[in-house]
């Protein structure tokens, strides 16, 4: 069986990160991610991200370096991280409840998806930098 491995955006404005509050599944609804989602089979990490981020966001983006490890969410499947920048489209929540800009300030009080936040020290130091 080959791994699943599932992308995840942090795109990054005026020192402010986007984030997406989930809708689904029960256990995880309400909490707030990284917008992004699998990489299908035969499809690089970047162009995957491209495209789910079209999908749920109704952005454009180019996909920058990679932020962070892969998180382990299953034994078979890795969760990755990469900084975007948005060259495209208008930003609407298509796949979520909501999506919020936070500052650095905010990152720590968040009620994060628990995967995402394996990533708080190097947002940090994104929205810092």
């Not at 509050?21 to 309400?30: E, M, S």
């Not at 970047?46 to 382990?72: F, I, Q, S, W």
Request: glycine share 8%; charged share 20%.
């Amino acid at each position: 069986m080959s791994n699943q491995i599932v992308v995840a955006g942090a795109l990054i404005a005026a020192n402010a990160l986007l984030v997406a509050q989930r809708d689904r599944p029960p256990a995880l609804a309400g909490l707030w991610e990284l917008p992004g989602g699998k990489v299908a089979a035969g499809e690089t990490d970047e162009a995957a991200l491209v495209r789910e981020l079209k999908e749920e966001l109704g952005v454009d983006v180019t996909v920058g370096a990679r932020l962070g490890v892969d998180v382990a969410l299953t034994p078979s499947t890795a969760l990755r991280a990469y900084r975007v920048t948005q060259i495209g489209g208008t930003l609407h929540p298509n796949d979520h409840r909501a999506l919020r800009w936070i500052t650095v300030d905010e990152l720590e009080d968040l009620a994060w998806v628990p995967a995402d936040r394996t990533w708080l020290a190097e947002l940090r130091a994104a929205l810092t930098g």
